[in-house]
């Protein structure tokens, strides 16, 4: 149901002569399902800010709080929900601190003499318009984490990927959790810059931390294999535990002649005992 | 946290991106653990579920997968059953031949599967989808 400008008028008459008493109950109700996380002070800030916002866009005629009257409020209500996803409130607490303001207004209403049936519709209306704005904060709220994931999406794609030293002429990559085709890409590049920057011959590919290693993540460890051998460097693969090692078989996967071992240790024992018969050679 | 009480618990997740393959695999691995597999049998029921996954997504277009516990009166085990609306396999001998494939792979992810599970059914008809249904019991 959209509000009329006069029930939008008569309502924000209502807001202006009661605003002390609103902000009291509505900083109330939010007090009860905060239970102590927000300063009173700070809550009743919002609140009063909020109603001033709900004010002007009732005062101005907005219908709903789709119109571009009630712009203003919905940024007020898109910056308390970032305020609250960001303090680690709930979605749901976040849409019952609005919805907390019909229980607020409807006090008014029952307080007042004049419940008659005019000042009913006017609340239902009303009620309508803060639903509206109880989803949209909602919306905002779910928008708002979805983003902070996607952030951390990115970081873990930064962290995850490291290439170390182990010995002199000897790198290794070890790889944690799912390989899948933006993290192999990272992992390549990494590892090709990294063999250029330190002139290393040998590259230790450590898959200890992965949990399956399905024929994507071989293929991908395959051509980063290949992709080193191009640049004259030599692949080994470690971290090769029974359970996967079984698998790889079952699957029919070949390595074909790239060295593997069991552990990291391993790995670099292997390169080590190479790199020592060339010395010995010379 | 997802709780498998009861035989007939079973989880439907819809296959649309690379996150949910990842989402197919750790569902069947909290299963997989759940039932006792052996770290073995985890780990090639898990592969084999991100290869079917995989092949869900990509040749089929999305589709699904349900993941339930089975029981045949003697031991437990996970049922997968993958299936998609995507074009079909026209030739299911040659797509289950190692080193086939149509796309970039490795052509052994749908062969591998099938060494990687105890039971396999495929049902296929071109122009309508497919539907994979793979099983491990415990030992």
Redesign the interface.
Known sequence: MALSSEQGSRLADLFKGHEDAIIASWTEEIARTTRGRLSRAELQRQTSELQKGFQTALRGGAPNLHDDLAAELRAQLAELSSTRARQGFTANETAVGVFALKDAMLELVQKGDEADAGALRDYIAFSAFVDQAALFTFDTYVRIREELIADQAEQLLELSTPVVKLWEGVVAVPLVG?L??ARAQVVMERLLQTLVDTGSPYAIIDITGV??????V??HILKTVVAARLMGADCIISGIR???A??IV????EFGDIATKATLADALRHVLRLTGTKRQER | MTTWDGAAAAERVAIISDQDVVRVRQLVRTLAVAVKLSLVDQTKIVTAASELARNTLVYGGGGNAEVSRVDNGRKPGIRIVFADEGPGIPDLDLALTDGYTTGGGMGLGLSGARRLVDEFEIDTEVGKGTTISVTKWCR
Do not use: E, F, K, N
């Open positions: 799912t899948d085709s949990p399956a290693v399905d024929t994507q071989a293929q029974p359970q996967i079984q698998t079952a699957l029919g996967i």
